[in-house]
């Protein structure tokens, strides 16, 4: 069974950082373009990041210069680190394979 589990999700004042992580199973993400996504109340869901089985990274331009992507093939992971986060950065943040496959999502909450 092919499963993607997010973590590192919560809350954090303006300003802050968080680094969000998302493990595979039951399938090598070495192959495939990985990306982030997030959806706020009553907003569809949003293109964040993308990553390549190269290595090349793609991002969303609210959030360019302030969060990275990237993936550890050893680790069957990808992670996004968000900085200078924003109370508009705050909803729910989903990771997806392959544009196929997603994961359950984790809350971001940026707020003082």
């Known amino acids: 069974q092919v499963q993607l589990v997010e973590s590192g999700g919560g809350l954090v004042q303006p300003g802050g950082s968080l680094r969000l992580s998302c493990a595979a199973s039951?399938?090598?993400?070495?192959?495939?373009?990985m990306g982030w996504y997030r959806q706020a109340p009553g907003k569809q869901r949003d293109l964040v990041a993308t990553?390549?089985?190269?290595?090349?990274?793609n991002y969303a331009d609210s959030v360019k210069g302030r969060f990275t992507i990237s993936r550890d093939n050893a680790k069957n992971s990808v992670y996004l680190q968000m900085n200078s986060l924003q109370p508009e950065d705050t909803a729910v943040y989903y990771c997806?394979?392959?544009?196929?496959?997603w994961g359950q999502g984790t809350q971001v909450t940026v707020s003082s």
């Open positions: 997806n394979l392959n544009r196929v496959i």
């Open positions: 039951g399938i090598s993400v070495r192959v495939f373009p």
């Open positions: 990553i390549t089985a190269g290595g090349a990274t």
